[in-house]
């Protein structure tokens, strides 16, 4: 849940050299006025890969990782929006 204004949820983990990482959000889908960004940022904080929600307000991120390494995803909303029907 984006719960508030600037709410922005992060989850950090270990990532392959090579390996697909499918992030599916879902939003719309689930009736949620979420209009969904998701980010995957590097150990040193710089963004790796974004997406932001599309006609169908949910947003889908494909990212294969050039290295071994620790990721940090990032999930928003893209106005900046909150509250507890924000759901995702």
Do not use: H, M, N
């Not at 979420?34 to 169908?56: F, I, K, N, T, Y």
Request: hydrophobic share 35%.
């Amino acid at each position: 849940v984006v719960q508030k204004p600037t709410d922005i949820d992060s989850w950090s983990f270990e990532a392959k050299q090579g390996e697909r990482i499918i992030v599916d959000c879902l939003a719309q889908r689930i009736d949620s006025p979420l209009l969904p960004v998701l980010e995957l940022l590097d150990a040193r904080g710089r963004r790796v890969a974004q997406v932001r929600s599309g006609r169908e307000g949910d947003a889908t991120l494909v990212f294969q990782p050039a290295t071994d390494g620790k990721l940090t995803l990032r999930v928003y909303d893209q106005t900046y929006r909150g509250e507890e029907s924000f759901v995702y």
